[in-house]
């Protein structure tokens, strides 16, 4: 049983089309991340929920939009998809705060190409 | 801004041999340091190191956490193929950047048989 899934895996575009990744976690826990993967395999965090209300906003365009509709999801839409948005997407969730209470579990990640 | 530098940035040993990877920070108001694997997808959690738990041990893995030295150090003895990975760091500081992992860009370990 899988703890954090992550739908699709893959992900093939073209540049300007709008995508979703959607993510799950079965672990009863209350926080739930987006972190992005580049090329350089530099792991670097974009958002963050807890009990659906955003805490952790970096630096991330506004084409990013996140969603939390309950404790268990956190959604990742990307409008207007550029070249540089290829990277892999992976979302964690953490029981309270990671590296406060506890650690983050990732899920297996999305691979975004944007041709 | 939080920053974590990691060395070397790859390393290829042989089966049986004993490898220290390193992790240097400057974070403000640190809280705890992290170390992850990851192999081909998702990172998998090795150690947490806080200020009340500087050393850490499972099997051939073992961690120590510098606070003066602002560093960490992760062991590993008698290597194996599977240990082939890459090993991430990961800093969190306190205030509004609770919560929020700041990693290093990973050591790339080769282990040959």
């Known amino acids: 049983d899988t703890a954090v899934s992550q739908t699709p895996k893959y992900l093939v575009t073209q540049m300007g089309n709008d995508k979703s990744i959607k993510c799950e976690q079965n672990l009863g826990h209350d926080t739930m991340y987006w972190y992005k993967q580049d090329s350089k395999k530099f792991l670097k965090i974009m958002f963050s929920?807890?009990?659906?209300?955003?805490?952790i906003n970096e630096t991330v365009p506004n084409r990013f939009s996140p969603k939390s509709p309950d404790k268990a999801h956190l959604n990742l839409h990307i409008n207007s998809l550029e070249l540089g948005d290829s990277a892999v997407y992976f979302c964690?969730?953490?029981?309270?705060?990671?590296?406060?209470?506890?650690?983050?579990?990732f899920g297996e990640g999305s691979r975004l190409t944007v041709l | 801004e939080d920053k974590v530098v990691q060395s070397p940035l790859s390393l290829v040993v042989h089966e049986g041999d004993t490898v220290t990877l390193n992790c240097s920070y400057e974070v403000t108001n640190f809280r705890s340091l992290l170390w992850y694997k990851q192999e081909k997808k998702a990172p998998t959690f090795l150690f947490m190191l806080?200020?009340?738990?500087i050393e850490k041990k499972s099997g051939r893995l073992s961690s120590i956490l510098d606070k003066k030295e602002l560093s960490s150090i992760l062991n590993i003895t008698a290597t194996q193929t599977g240990d082939s990975a890459i090993y991430l760091c990961?800093?969190?500081?306190?205030?509004?950047?609770?919560?929020?992992?700041?990693f290093g860009q990973g050591t790339i370990l080769t282990v040959h048989p």
């Open positions: 990961a800093v969190v500081a306190g205030g509004t950047s609770y919560g929020k992992l700041t």
């Open positions: 929920y807890n009990n659906k209300e955003l805490i």
């Open positions: 964690a969730s953490s029981l309270g705060l990671a590296g406060l209470s506890g650690e983050l579990f």
């Open positions: 806080t200020s009340s738990g």
